[in-house]
């Protein structure tokens, strides 16, 4: 069950990501730009590889840890969208839903 749940606010996060875009932007991630991204990369580089900035979706900071989670909209089908963590300045997980 906690699974579940756990999978439900993943997929929750996600939508909600989706709808903080600025829909219509001409910057849309694509599965080239997210298979590129590798982790430690710098926020500087996730943006050149992607072409823009992120959303901020949530930004933290406790015990010596920034965490910043960033959105994009998605070149797709509806909802296309991809996620980024930077922790302490570097990339460390990523995720994607339905990316072309």
Known sequence: ??????IFIVVAAAGSA???QVHGSSCQATAAAFNA????????????TIGCDGVVISDS???????V??????KGGWGANMNVMIQNGRLV?????GLK
């Not at 991204?37 to 050149?48: A, E, F, G, I, W």
């Not at 406790?62 to 965490?67: L, Q």
């Not at 997980?93 to 839903?97: A, E, L, M, P, V």
């Open 1 to 6: 069950m906690m699974k579940l749940i756990a």
């Open 18 to 20: 989706a709808d903080a």
């Open 37 to 48: 991204l590798k982790n430690n990369m710098t926020y500087d580089q996730v943006r050149s």
């Open 61 to 67: 900071e406790m015990a010596g840890y920034r965490i």
């Open 69 to 74: 989670m960033l959105a994009w909209d998605g």
């Open 93 to 97: 997980t990523k995720s994607q839903f």
